[in-house]
């Protein structure tokens, strides 16, 4: 499905705009040392730039990928994980995957969206406190007008970076809470081949 986005957009001299938004958010309270769940999960839009219509960006999802940052509560803040290499683990660079690639039997308003998307399955934040997630999107290759960056694969264009709302974690066990929107995304990038976690277990 088209559309035309009026958010934040980054261009990257190729005649494309980028925006991130927040699929799934993170738990609101978390505990440390556990894995997030429901995981973090990113909408990359690839639009025109000229007439602002949105792309599947296909061609280009080889040299697109996404990183996690941590951050402290305050949206202005510097990151805080890295350079604490301790503070956040998991898989903190994942590529994009297309949210749908062709026909579907599926009448979800999902399955006939088209774009791309990224998933961090397995971010643990280790100590207590009140934190953001920040995703930024990297491009390896072609034009670097946008904001250039030293990224995890050995440098790159940063055209976009998106920030998830607070995570508090805490000690204890946190109860599990998860929207039904974020949800049925969830089950769409599953069914689809994601790796999604199943969620933790009630001990």
Known sequence: MSGRF??????????????????VQPPRVAQAGVPLYPPLAIRVHI????????????????SLFAQATLYGEDTNSPPIAPPDMFLLSGRLSMSLDLLND??????????????????FPDLVINRTGRYRLGVSLFKIGGSRR???????RGGGTSLEEEKSDVIVVQENFAPLQIEPEAQQFLEHIKNRGAMVPSPPSVV
């Open 102 to 119: 062709g026909p579907s039997e599926d009448s979800t308003p999902l399955s006939r969206q088209q774009g791309s998307y990224v998933i």
């Open 47 to 62: 639009c025109d730039a000229e007439t602002g219509e949105e792309i599947s960006g296909e061609d280009e999802l080889s």
């Open 146 to 152: 946008g904001r250039y960056s030293e990224g995890p």
């Open 6 to 23: 009026n958010h934040t957009q980054s261009l990257d001299g190729s005649g494309r705009s980028y925006s991130l938004r927040v699929a």
